[in-house]
T-cell receptor, first 111, second 115 residues
Framework: GQSLEQPSEVTAVEGAIVQINCTYQ??????LSWYQQHDGGAPTFLSY????GLEETGRFSSFLSRSDSYGYLLLQELQMKDSASYFC????????????FGPGTRLSVLP | GAGVSQSPSNKVTEKGKDVELRCDPI?????LYWYRQSLGQGLEFLIY????????KSGLPSDRFSAERTGGSVSTLTIQRTQQEDSAVYLC?????????????FGPGTRLTVL
């Protein structure tokens, strides 16, 4: 089967740095993505890793280690508006585009 | 152009009734996905359409669920004989073959409540 694991909740203060981990067990692997979802809103794409290493996009960075089946999302200079749920997602098949989403991590940013 | 749109935004129905949920993907996006999200949970894949290829229906939870995509654009998800456990937010997403294939653009969702 396919499964992804993430911490259920993370709390941090404004201006801090937080790391949200994702481990996966899938039959295939063609990329790890991260999505942000505010309460009542739709998920929005944040970042994508197909190869090992770090991808940086402004305050957000994402890391992947395929040998460890592990990735993380790093959020720097936290702002109140970053309070949301964050989902990792693995594309497990080359064809069919069947994505498997993690259960999500709820991030609370405190003043 | 406009983003992914879904209708209705909210749907309340009685157990045993059929419902239809609509998704309008971003123009030119050939890939379309349906997901289900229960309160506080992750996204559950339901079905995937890519161009004129046969859809990937591997995520549909039962034969009460079906979906079609007409003309490679608008998609309708139909749930027959609804049950209370069908209550959830149903999300539609689309992606472009010219963009990164893992970048999905989500609609606002339809919140379905089965009484």
């Amino acid at each position: 089967g396919q499964s992804l694991e993430q911490p259920s909740e993370v709390t941090a203060v404004e201006g801090a740095i937080v790391q949200i981990n994702c481990t996966y067990q899938t039959s295939g692997f063609y990329g790890l993505s991260w999505y942000q979802q505010h309460d009542g809103g739709a998920p929005t794409f944040l970042s994508y890793n197909a190869l090992d290493g770090l991808e940086e996009t402004g305050r957000f960075s994402s890391f992947l280690s395929r040998s460890d089946s592990y990735g993380y999302l790093l959020l720097q200079e936290l702002q109140m508006k970053d309070s949301a749920s964050y989902f990792c997602a693995v594309r497990a098949f080359r064809y069919g585009q069947n994505f498997v989403f993690g259960p999500g991590t709820r991030l609370s940013v405190l003043p | 152009g406009a983003g992914v749109s879904q209708s209705p935004s909210n749907k309340v129905t009685e157990k045993g009734k059929d419902v239809e949920l609509r998704c309008d993907p971003i123009s030119g996006h050939t890939a379309l996905y349906w997901y289900r999200q229960s309160l506080g949970q992750g996204l559950e894949f339901l079905i995937y359409f890519q161009g004129n290829s046969a859809p990937d229906k591997s995520g549909l939870p039962s034969d009460r669920f079906s979906a079609e995509r007409t003309g490679g654009s608008v998609s309708t998800l139909t749930i027959q004989r609804t049950q209370q456990e069908d209550s959830a937010v149903y999300l539609c997403a689309s992606s472009s073959p010219r963009g990164r294939p893992d970048t999905q653009y989500f609609g606002p969702g339809t919140r379905l409540t089965v009484l």
